[in-house]
């Protein structure tokens, strides 16, 4: 990937190439996440993803990466596309769209190299990140995998297990096109599955916990099953209270690998 660069307001993006540059990506890791040096991503890993036809990109703040996004090639029946296994912005720079700055970067070097889609997974329980991947960049989702790292070290997940789902891009579709203009898509919502505001206390309370893995099993069950019947989720609604609804229904384009 050669010369990636997209500026928005202070901030602008720009390709990671020198192994100092992969070093700051580490320390951000530490900071965003918190993991221990078992979870850690190492700076080879980096520098193996840009070497390989990967993504790594930078947020910076003048002369300072604030944020970073890495990527690697993958494949599937048949079909290469790009999956971005992590995207961390510094916590004094979150709400300022630093994040899904750094998605359309990964979306317009993607678009130039040939790939339809790019994948990820998040965390169901996180209200707003889910926001960000399903209503503001237009991604779908149709696959759960429960337990998808195996413990983690990180306070964020509160001892839960790693739970993800997979958010499908397909950087082409219908769907995308409209939300990245600023147009809603039209959804046919035939399930909903909740995730109450609070689930950030009760991760973070060791008293507490056993409400937040509750959720965690019953939203598991009842997104398991609607992707069985062929649902996907293609909306995501946040009350004024701050919950959290994931939209299911039928997704009328047949984009699949």
């Known amino acids: 990937m050669d010369g990636v660069k997209q500026t928005g307001a202070r901030i602008h993006i720009e390709s990671l190439t020198e192994l100092e540059q992969f070093d700051r990506c580490v ?18 890993m980096f520098l193996i993803a840009s070497r390989i ?14 944020g970073f996004a890495m990527g690697l090639p993958a494949y599937r029946n048949g079909h290469p596309y790009l999956h971005s296994h992590m995207v961390g912005v510094l916590a004094e720079y979150r709400n300022a769209g630093i994040g899904r700055q750094l998605k359309l970067a990964q979306r317009e070097d993607a678009l130039a190299r040939g790939f339809e889609l790019m994948e990820w997974t998040f965390d169901p329980l ?10 503001k960049l237009g991604a779908i989702s149709r696959r759960y995998k429960r337990d998808f790292y195996g413990p983690s070290s ?3 997940q509160g001892g839960l297990p790693t739970d993800r789902v997979y958010a499908e891009w397909w950087l082409r579709s219908e769907r995308v096109t409209r939300v990245l203009a600023g147009e809603a898509p039209v959804i046919e919502a035939t399930e909903y599955v909740e995730v ?4 950030y206390d009760w991760k ?3 008293t507490e916990r056993d409400a937040a893995r509750e959720v965690q099993s019953r939203n598991a069950d009842a997104l398991e099953s609607a992707f069985a019947r062929g649902l996907s989720v293609l909306g995501y609604e946040r009350t004024a209270k701050g919950d959290g609804r994931f939209l299911l229904g039928v997704w009328n384009e047949q984009h699949l690998y």
Request: without cysteine.
């Open 204 to 206: 973070a309370s060791t």
């Open 196 to 199: 109450p505001a609070e689930i």
């Open 53 to 66: 036809g990967g993504q790594v990109l930078g947020a910076f703040d003048g002369d300072r990466i604030v």
């Open 27 to 44: 320390e951000l890791q530490l900071a965003v996440w918190n993991y221990s040096e078992g979870d850690l991503i190492p700076r080879r």
């Open 154 to 156: 990180s306070p964020l």
């Open 126 to 135: 996180e209200i707003k990140n889910a926001h960000l991947n399903i209503s």
